[in-house]
């Protein structure tokens, strides 16, 4: 269940792509898991199928979490004109980022990076 949202804001956008975030405080009450997370929204603007590929770089307390090759590599393939936006149960990593919390003190993503995106066209 989504309590708050905030307004989106881009991380990626050329003529193919946009990709925006925003912060919202997730409550599963009846596992009693209090979290902020960031979703992701992933639009594709062209007539085609794309392949999206991007490394994911996160900083916790301003320390760079270690993570290499399949750990923060991540690839979405949207149809044509779609938009997927993560939500507080999605389990796909590719969609949204643990940010902290809420219930109890713990680190807290203090930076994150979209890197090396990736576009290419899917025949299908």
Same mark, same amino acid.
């Given at each position: 269940?989504?309590?708050?949202?905030? &307004?989106?804001? =881009? @991380?990626?956008?050329?003529? &193919?792509?946009? !990709?925006?975030?925003?912060? *919202?405080?997730?409550?599963?009450?009846?596992?009693?898991?209090?979290?902020?997370? @960031?979703?992701?929204?992933?639009?594709?603007?062209? &007539?085609?199928?794309?392949?999206? *590929?991007?490394?994911?770089?996160?900083?916790?307390?301003?320390?760079?979490?270690?993570?290499?090759?399949?750990?923060?590599? /991540?690839?979405? @393939?949207?149809?044509?004109?779609?938009?997927?936006?993560? =939500?507080?149960?999605?389990?796909?990593?590719?969609?949204?980022? /643990? *940010? #902290?919390?809420?219930?109890?003190?713990?680190?807290?993503?203090?930076? /994150?990076?979209?890197?090396? @995106? *990736? !576009?290419? #066209?899917?025949? #299908?």
């Amino acid at each position: 269940m989504l309590l708050k949202a905030e &307004q989106a804001k =881009e @991380v990626f956008n050329n003529e &193919q792509l946009s !990709i925006t975030y925003s912060n *919202s405080d997730c409550h599963d009450n009846p596992n009693g898991i209090h979290q902020e997370k @960031v979703l992701l929204t992933f639009q594709n603007k062209t &007539q085609q199928t794309i392949t999206v *590929s991007f490394d994911r770089n996160l900083w916790y307390d301003n320390i760079a979490l270690n993570t290499s090759g399949n750990e923060k590599r /991540f690839t979405v @393939v949207l149809a044509p004109n779609q938009r997927i936006t993560g =939500e507080c149960a999605t389990k796909d990593k590719a969609f949204s980022i /643990f *940010s #902290k919390h809420l219930d109890f003190k713990g680190r807290s993503l203090t930076k /994150f990076a979209l890197e090396n @995106v *990736s !576009i290419s #066209k899917t025949d #299908k």
